[in-house]
């Protein structure tokens, strides 16, 4: 059972061009987190959001956690060769104690 | 880097086999769970461990076993290999439960099973 859904699943842009990626889910998120994967490694995470509504920067990524904790969103400023990789966003919801990964959205930065 | 160690990095067997894989960290960390990446599915939870012999089934466990007998060391076991269990695994570890700790992850072991 798919409970995140991530959009867009592959994303190419070219260097210093802004972006958006989403995470989306039908049920509450009781936290959620982002974060990256380059190929042959592991994720490494990036934020961890549990607020409704908060909003925490890291650099040149802005990430938003909706009012009803039911969706995240990643912007990527003035993109840069080095933020390809696969961004995954993963979470608990407040029923059950499973943690969930989406599938992730692919992004390659053109130089 | 969070001291994570999994072995082998990569593994091919065939069908009907024993295959163990070994998670081994360095920070003492009480939570380990084993993950198992494939495309258009994501990472998906196996088994995790919240304590040394205390473990718990994840949203996919039919066909895996794991044990910890020690802190360090986390061991997921397919007692008899299928070709639907070729993955990339993942093991993870965090200081505390799910709900709102950061997880660190292993470098992976890429499992094809022939």
């Known amino acids: 059972t798919q409970l995140l859904e991530q959009s867009p699943q592959f994303l190419s842009i070219q260097e210093g061009e802004n972006l958006t990626v989403y995470c989306n889910s039908s049920?509450?998120?009781?936290?959620l987190q982002w974060y990256r994967q380059e190929p042959g490694e592991g994720p490494v995470l990036l934020v961890t959001?549990?607020?409704?509504?908060e909003v925490k920067k890291l650099k040149r990524l802005t990430f938003q956690f909706g009012d009803a904790r039911k969706d995240s969103s990643l912007h990527i400023t003035a993109a840069q060769p080095g933020d390809t990789g696969l961004y995954l966003c993963?979470?608990?919801?407040?029923?059950?104690?499973?943690?969930?990964f989406g599938t992730g959205t692919s992004l390659t930065v053109i130089p | 880097d969070a001291g994570i160690t999994q072995s082998p990095r990569h593994k091919v067997t065939e069908t009907g086999t024993p295959v163990t894989l070994r998670c081994h960290q360095t920070e003492n960390h009480r939570y380990m769970y084993w993950y198992r990446q494939d495309p258009g599915h994501g990472l998906r939870l196996i088994h995790y461990?919240?304590?040394?012999?205390?473990?718990d089934k994840g949203e996919v466990s039919d066909g895996y076993s794991v044990s910890r007998s020690k802190t360090e060391d986390f061991l997921l076991t397919l007692e008899s290999a299928t070709s639907s269990q070729t993955s990339v695994y993942f093991c993870?570890?965090?200081?505390?439960?799910?709900?709102?700790?950061?997880?660190?992850f292993g470098d992976g072991t890429r499992l094809s099973i022939l």
């Open positions: 049920s509450v998120f009781s936290s």
């Open positions: 993870a570890i965090s200081e505390g439960g799910l709900r709102d700790q950061p997880q660190h």
């Open positions: 959001v549990v607020t409704g509504g």
């Open positions: 993963a979470g608990t919801f407040n029923t059950g104690n499973q943690f969930y």
């Open positions: 461990s919240y304590g040394v012999k205390d473990t």
